[in-house]
T-cell receptor
Framework: DAMVIQNPRYQVTQFGKPVTLSCSQTLNHNVMYWYQQKSSQAPKLLFHYYDKDFNNEADTPDNFQSRRPNTSFCFLDIRSPGLGDTAMYLC?????????????FGPGTRLTVL | AQSVAQPEDQVNVAEGNPLTVKCTYS??????LFWYVQYPNRGLQFLLKYITGDNLVKGSYGFEAEFNKSQTSFHLKKPSALVSDSALYFCAVRDLLNSGNTPLVFGKGTRLSVIA
């Protein structure tokens, strides 16, 4: 089945220790998104790629970065995680950038910063 | 700026009864509206969307939603709730006016509990 896969599902890291979260998709979708979802809150868009075109949301912290080496993979790098970065991180894809395109989500990576 | 309001943090309904999860929106232009469901420790799953046309939209798992432009609402409904419908439901909107660049904006979510 075509899907969005995230690894790892659970990640624990120490304050300030860099961490990388991985997302891959078999849907061959052009757009990939990273969201942060804190407990009992709505998902918040961090950034997205339309093909190789990177789009950063204005309020995304500077220590959050992303890479998309090819169509299938996208990575979220947190250079110096703080305690406030503890959250679920959701990867999503959509066929196109148009507003009618629904997004397909992965299962998420639950990150805990100690 | 676009926004979504889900006025209820929690909705409780008995199994077999109809359910409604409320959503209102605010956009500058015309809205594209979506409902997603999230089960514990899982990502969001797409349920249904309104783009244009018939105001009543049917989606997955027997859910439907009615677009009401005058009330700026897009309430999610199901005629007969199942215990397995218990989950967190998110309404989301994109503004057609700036559709190329605006992100999908989610409401804060409504937790639905269906009691057997």
């Amino acid at each position: 089945d075509a899907m969005v896969i995230q690894n790892p599902r659970y990640q624990v890291t120490q304050f300030g220790k860099p961490v990388t979260l991985s997302c891959s998709q078999t849907l061959n979708h052009n757009v990939m998104y990273w969201y942060q979802q804190k407990s009992s809150q709505a998902p918040k868009l961090l950034f997205h790629y339309y093909d190789k075109d990177f789009n950063n949301e204005a309020d995304t912290p500077d220590n959050f970065q992303s890479r998309r080496p090819n169509t299938s993979f996208c990575f979220l790098d947190i250079r110096s995680p703080g305690l406030g970065d503890t959250a679920m991180y959701l990867c999503a894809t959509s066929r196109g950038k148009g507003p009618s395109n629904e997004q397909f989500f992965g299962p998420g990576t639950r990150l805990t910063v100690l | 700026a676009q926004s979504v309001a889900q006025p209820e943090d929690q909705v409780n309904v008995a199994e077999g009864n109809p359910l409604t999860v409320k959503c209102t929106y605010s956009v500058s232009g015309n809205p594209y509206l979506f409902w997603y469901v999230q089960y514990p420790n899982r990502g969001l799953q797409f349920l249904l969307k309104y783009i244009t046309g018939d105001n009543l939209v049917k989606g997955s798992y027997g859910f439907e939603a009615e677009f009401n432009k005058s009330q700026t609402s897009f309430h999610l409904k199901k005629p007969s709730a199942l215990v397995s419908d218990s989950a967190l439901y998110f309404c989301a909107v994109r503004d057609l006016l700036n559709s190329g660049n605006t992100p999908l904006v989610f409401g804060k979510g409504t937790r639905l509990s269906v009691i057997a």
